[in-house]
């Protein structure tokens, strides 16, 4: 081992380090195994390079400050800026919100008055960016004040403005007139002020009941400052109104926007097509319709994954009797791939733990098509 740390000392330049330590997404070990990497890990333009690469330039200073004070001070954040991380005005609103320390006595007096309990009780886990530095706070605030000067706007709140311009307020069947009405604002939040949802939480986030309906009311501003899924919604629903909205995203560099909304976007998409509550003059799209649509969306960077296919049939649990060949079908066509092998995926993917998708209904509906089905002896796993 002493020889090995000897070679990566003596033998490998400070560039190749670098290249070799920014791709490890737990670098802890490594510092670990080394002394000269611990010591070269405390470098803020290494340590800038690793968020960076690791979360994108759109959510990096999110990370950066959920890590929390031990990774993030002003040093750190000036080389997160000028290496490309986004400096976003809504981010900086959200900080806005988020910053400051809870006084934890009155917090206690109140709970124990009954003072606004199930709100407080809430509030007993470390806030997003409430216990940033305040040097940090202050520098991030004048960075933003630098950037957008007089129309920083840190009381203003850019998704609520995001969701006016795209018609948020009205049904799908509005909804279109008022975004092609306000295109040019929409551009100009997202390229003039780099307007970017704050990143959503993981599957292993979600709560149980994230598919079902009646879900207990989310908070906003959300504590764990992850975007919730309503504000989401808002996001989703606007790609599938106008998908060029993608493209100003990824032209400011935020490229994760497919990834971060790709449930959404899907289900939404299928939702559209087999409204709850259709007219009379509804008919069932064909496989045809189908597919166009979400051939569509893949094209501009939305995956059609397993994952994706147990999502849309947890949403359509109670119309899978209905409408549930048709779309296994048509995933089946997109995917190029038989009914049955599709049906196999989707049914090893319920045993991913991450997962929230072990839905009775849904096992049993996929269970009975694949026993309905031709059998096949080639399953290509």
């Given at each position: 081992?002493?020889?090995?740390?000897?070679?990566?000392?003596?033998?490998?330049?400070?560039?190749?380090?670098?290249?070799?330590?920014?791709?490890?997404?737990?670098?802890?070990?490594?510092?670990?195994?080394?002394?000269?990497?611990?010591?070269?890990?405390?470098?803020?333009?290494?340590?800038?390079?690793?968020?960076?690469?690791?979360?994108?330039?759109?959510?990096?200073?999110?990370?950066?400050?959920?890590?929390?004070?031990?990774?993030?001070?002003?040093?750190?954040?000036?080389?997160?800026?000028?290496?490309?991380?986004?400096?976003?005005?809504?981010?900086?609103?959200?900080?806005?919100?988020?910053?400051?320390?809870?006084?934890?006595?009155?917090?206690?007096?109140?709970?124990?008055?009954?003072?606004?309990?199930?709100?407080?009780?809430?509030?007993?886990?470390?806030?997003?960016?409430?216990?940033?530095?305040?040097?940090?706070?202050?520098?991030?605030?004048?960075?933003?004040?630098?950037?957008?000067?007089?129309?920083?706007?840190?009381?203003?709140?850019?998704?609520?403005?995001?969701?006016?311009?795209?018609?948020?307020?009205?049904?799908?069947?509005?909804?279109?007139?008022?975004?092609?009405?306000?295109?040019?604002?929409?551009?100009?939040?997202?390229?003039?002020?780099?307007?970017?949802?704050?990143?959503?939480?993981?599957?292993?986030?979600?709560?149980?009941?994230?598919?079902?309906?009646?879900?207990?009311?989310?908070?906003?501003?959300?504590?764990?400052?992850?975007?919730?899924?309503?504000?989401?919604?808002?996001?989703?629903?606007?790609?599938?109104?106008?998908?060029?909205?993608?493209?100003?995203?990824?032209?400011?560099?935020?490229?994760?926007?497919?990834?971060?909304?790709?449930?959404?976007?899907?289900?939404?998409?299928?939702?559209?097509?087999?409204?709850?509550?259709?007219?009379?003059?509804?008919?069932?799209?064909?496989?045809?319709?189908?597919?166009?649509?979400?051939?569509?969306?893949?094209?501009?960077?939305?995956?059609?994954?397993?994952?994706?296919?147990?999502?849309?049939?947890?949403?359509?649990?109670?119309?899978?009797?209905?409408?549930?060949?048709?779309?296994?079908?048509?995933?089946?066509?997109?995917?190029?791939?038989?009914?049955?092998?599709?049906?196999?995926?989707?049914?090893?993917?319920?045993?991913?733990?991450?997962?929230?998708?072990?839905?009775q209904p849904v096992l049993n509906f996929m269970h009975k098509l694949l026993n309905d089905s031709p059998k096949s002896n080639l399953i290509d796993f």
């Amino acid at each position: 081992m002493g020889m090995f740390k000897l070679y990566i000392q003596n033998e490998l330049p400070t560039e190749i380090l670098i290249f070799i330590f920014k791709r490890v997404r737990l670098p802890k070990n490594l510092t670990i195994s080394c002394k000269w990497i611990a010591q070269l890990s405390k470098d803020p333009q290494l340590k800038a390079a690793w968020i960076i690469y690791q979360f994108g330039a759109a959510h990096c200073l999110f990370y950066a400050i959920k890590i929390g004070s031990s990774f993030l001070d002003v040093t750190v954040a000036q080389a997160i800026i000028a290496q490309g991380g986004i400096l976003s005005r809504y981010f900086v609103q959200r900080l806005h919100m988020n910053f400051g320390a809870y006084d934890n006595k009155l917090i206690e007096l109140k709970i124990a008055h009954g003072v606004g309990s199930s709100q407080l009780q809430k509030s007993q886990s470390i806030p997003w960016a409430s216990d940033l530095p305040i040097s940090v706070y202050i520098f991030l605030l004048k960075a933003a004040s630098d950037i957008y000067k007089s129309d920083l706007r840190l009381k203003g709140n850019d998704m609520e403005l995001f969701h006016f311009y795209a018609g948020g307020p009205q049904t799908i069947h509005y909804a279109p007139l008022i975004l092609a009405k306000n295109i040019d604002q929409i551009k100009d939040l997202i390229l003039r002020f780099k307007f970017i949802p704050l990143p959503p939480r993981s599957l292993v986030d979600l709560p149980k009941n994230n598919y079902q309906e009646n879900i207990t009311p989310e908070e906003y501003p959300p504590k764990d400052g992850h975007e919730n899924r309503r504000q989401l919604n808002v996001i989703a629903r606007s790609i599938l109104i106008c998908k060029e909205i993608v493209n100003l995203w990824k032209e400011i560099g935020y490229y994760e926007i497919c990834y971060d909304v790709n449930d959404l976007v899907m289900q939404g998409a299928l939702l559209i097509m087999f409204h709850s509550q259709p007219s009379s003059r509804w008919s069932i799209p064909d496989i045809k319709t189908i597919n166009a649509r979400l051939t569509e969306l893949i094209e501009i960077g939305f995956q059609l994954t397993y994952c994706v296919i147990l999502g849309i049939l947890l949403v359509f649990e109670k119309r899978l009797e209905q409408i549930g060949k048709i779309l296994l079908e048509s995933f089946a066509e997109i995917k190029h791939e038989s009914l049955v092998n599709l049906l196999h995926h989707c049914l090893m993917e319920t045993n991913n733990s991450k997962l929230n998708s072990k839905s009775q209904p849904v096992l049993n509906f996929m269970h009975k098509l694949l026993n309905d089905s031709p059998k096949s002896n080639l399953i290509d796993f």
